[in-house]
């Protein structure tokens, strides 16, 4: 008995202390990222001296030659690239959108959607039919809408509390709404931007065309310009709406995955990644998406390497290719990791924003991410309190499939959709504090991962 | 036993629903707060149509009568006014400074710190002398500080993850420097502006004057200037610094707190106080500080108003004046509660800017705070998570001495500290949704006192 209550006091006294070693760990890691981070002035090189980059552009090379480089500089073990071939899109010649009502003509943001076709060089002039949903425009069947402009202006719910979920509800509009109209005989397809945000930002972002269907040209309209357009049909419901846009998609490009390395002391089998997506969006210098998670992730691995933490296992940081408009990076990174036999235990992504930080989501097993609840204690002083079943990100999602838990980091959401897709997803939107508490929270959680597995 | 077995069924129900009917109706505070919020807009008046509003100055004047109005319009039972004398500090024509070093004169920006005095008319020249703390410049001695300007350079500890932390950690240099170096003969005192932000920002501020010691000029300098005047003077020990400021303190001024009241149906006499500061330094619009903490707290009563929730107690919604440089509205405010008998159960202040909830400190006793523990399930689905023991607010400070249990409303603090007390704080650096998520946190907070009493 007096040996058993032993033991027991001593698991007990093994598992306080290391709590405590956890405990001190990761505080030396947030001391670390707010103290002397890079990963701020790291994001002004990337926004400033590269900016946007998207697949297959000249910016998006210089990014995979700059954050090469950079992880290079910083002594990573081994820093190594991964060809992939992407989708080459190029917006062209600003667009050009006005309402056209009698003589008067008023002028509105648009944003041609990544994928689109461009309208004739002329452009496109049409009666409008504006329906909030896919139900509602296909009760108005083949006969209103043959040679129109649908307009999709079903707005985010602004009472979802968290805005992913109400972009989730809104985003069909814009990745299928072109195919929808077309299957009626529509001649064009815009949409409302994907915000809560009442301003002249219009946002762009993916479409899908379906197979079979007449590809029609589409853009975002800003969220003025549909409230506008929205006023303007109903005093004038036979107005006019024209547009205009020069976008081209060209034959895919060479491109690469970006990954550093840092090898594992004890089981170097074992790899543990972190990431975010080199490529953004053209119209701004994608710094919340995702210039943020990619330095944050660097960040990491720097963290670890100045504090002398030598982990056990082999810990990545993968800047992925492509995940705007094709997720090329994100397969071929797993597609790689299946054909070489690697075990990828666990995938750390950021890819919501450079905001203050509010927990982790976890995609595995109830007994996988039972493993981590016994770390919420050690991340809850850092304001991580929403830990628990969620996404993981777009560009560790395949590895789903090679069993390895994915971990979507989790900043605050709420002004996420002011910058997204749009213009204004600029470095000066970005606050040092939040983006450095998020690259000490990924690099706490990575730290608790190598130490105790999964 | 079966009466017993039923009896505590019918209590167990009885909890159940009480929390379902709770949780129901904190959710259409959010839906209301975040699909019909007013506070954006009232606060868009406040900032853009009013400005700066010194404690005595024609802007406090028009806030006064502004926050009357739309309380008013608001049709709420009651609105009325308390007056109170408050100290009126002018700034004057704006300050100037440069770093002197031979020839050359290197300007840098400054702000005069509130309540203190000007230099002479053609201001101060003098060496100057760099410290961190108290103990350094007194173990300096006044031979060495005879005559000087002391230059208090101890920044804000970055590693601190609640910025209000760190500010609490140098703020002695702003309140008290001037008088410490007084104390030695010198003749200025310039204090680094409390930021972790390097930028060319002045952050102004309340100091104290000691009694019996000489009223020297004192002024924030930016942490940009702050660094420029350090590595200068690590190069040339002997450089001059010159400081010109023109401010003033006037005669005491008459103003006013602003309370408005949604009158109790069952307890009357229990009054829940919810408030924040009508005065702002005269930088800048006093967007975060705290225009912010105003609208929200007559958003709450609106909330309640177009919810038809008629709350059981009285709840005032109170503009307290000059929490910036004197606090003499929310001691008349306890005052007048005092010699009115009034009693107070508790009392929420937002005071610590337009930021995304966190949770709500508490100043009560142990078994009051036990009482709000059982609510925390119901407001972490918010983002809600720190709610504790923790500082309530400057404003109803007072009141503690009447018994009230006060609360603080904590909003994320990563980015207060960039525009506190700035010529930045303005209405620009507010984001729509986290300005209503915070007014609707502090509905759902009111409205849980108001059902469950404490």
Redo the contacts between chains.
Sequence with gaps: MKKTLTLFLGLLTGVASAQTADSVMIRNI??EA??NGKSYEWLRQLTKQIGPRLSGSAGAQKAVDWSKQVMEQQGFDRVFLQEVMVPYWVRGKKEEAYIHIGSQKRTVPIAALGGSVATSPKGVEAGIIEVKNFPELRALGAEKVKGKIVFFNRPMD??K?N?FEAYGGAVDQRANGATEAAKLGAVGAIVRSMT??HDDNPHTGGLRYGTGVALIPSAAISTNGADLLSQSLKENPNLTFYFKQNCETLADAKSYNVVGEIKGSEKPDEIIVVGGHLDSWDLAEGAHDDGAGCVQSIEVLRIMKTLGLKPKRTIRAVMFMNEENGLRGGVKYADLAKANNEKHIAAVESDNGGF?P?GFGIVGTPQQREKVMPWKPLL????L??IGPGSGGADIGPLAQLGTVLFGFKP?S??YF?YHHTPVDNFETI????LE?GAASMAALVYLLDQHGL
């Design positions: 947030y001391n707010l103290g602004p009472t509390i805005t809560n945000v203050t509010r809850a002083p850092y304001g309190a929403e605050d709420q002004r002011d606050s040092q504090r939040e508490m």
